[in-house]
């Protein structure tokens, strides 16, 4: 019981504050400099920048960040231990960091002649997928570490080929934690600032993303602008995330 009324107390406490950061936030936010942000130009460009390169980096991740999450889970070894040691490395290395070390590797002279990567959309995911991708490994892993492998063995003892009883029993149980992974990788991907900064540039109406967006604004002295940006960017965000859930409580209920 006592445990319960301290959870319950946690809770409370963590949304107030959230609520009172974004209230604070809000009440700020000029409204005037809301209206105006929807006829810049620049404000709409960086925000179609952000959804593009964010998008591209989410499908990139999920495409290869759930095979990864499903080795690890499946396999337990010490090369498993350190690979899941590697996906670490992008999650507690600064972003900054992260696009110096990148703006570096696409500076060699063979990237260069490969494919040019500085200053452009491609770099620009690229670094977005390097720091967020990890965020869908670790949450497949998690998801598929919860789902016995032995499932999987009775859809085939029952005539299900290998692929199909993995699809119908371990995936799809493991389908909302993979799920709520790529939508923590999507908004870190939306909300990325240091290492899209170095690897694209933050070039107006090339390369700069909201977050790019609001720094630039704020280091210029339009703290208004600034302010509702970021407020924006919140409602974007905050929107986004409730149609995914709609969407997917649909799927489920149609499922069920």
């Known amino acids: 019981m006592k445990q319960s009324v301290i959870s319950i107390f946690l809770i409370i406490l963590l949304v107030a504050f959230i609520v009172i950061v974004l209230i604070t936030g809000m009440m700020k936010t000029d409204v005037s400099s809301v209206c105006q942000l929807f006829l810049n130009v620049e404000f709409l460009d960086a925000v179609f920048f952000s959804l593009k390169t964010s998008f591209i980096a989410t499908v990139m991740a999920f495409f290869i960040g759930v095979p990864s999450g499903f080795f690890l889970a499946r396999n337990k070894g010490c090369i498993s231990g350190i690979i899941d040691t590697i996906f670490d490395i992008p999650v507690v290395v600064p972003p900054l960091v992260v696009g110096v070390l990148l703006l570096t590797f696409f500076n060699y002279p063979l990237m260069k002649e490969i494919y040019p990567m500085v200053f452009t959309l491609s770099g620009a995911v690229i670094a977005q997928f390097f720091v967020a991708v990890p965020l869908t490994v670790k949450s497949a892993k ?71 967006n609001i720094y630039l604004n704020m280091a210029g002295g339009d703290i208004k602008s600034g302010i509702a940006a970021s407020v924006v960017s919140i409602i974007i965000a905050f929107l986004s995330v409730i149609l995914v859930k709609i969407i997917l409580n649909l799927k489920y209920r149609r499922n069920a």
């Open 142 to 212: 998690t998801a598929f570490e919860l789902v016995p492998e032995k499932y999987e063995m009775i859809a085939m003892t029952l005539g299900s080929k290998p692929f199909k009883s993995f699809y119908d029993t371990t995936f799809k149980i493991a389908l909302p934690g993979i799920v709520s992974g790529v939508i923590l990788t999507w908004l870190r991907c939306m909300g990325e600032f240091g290492a899209t900064l170095m690897v694209g540039g933050g070039i107006p109406f090339e390369t700069e993303n909201i977050p790019i």
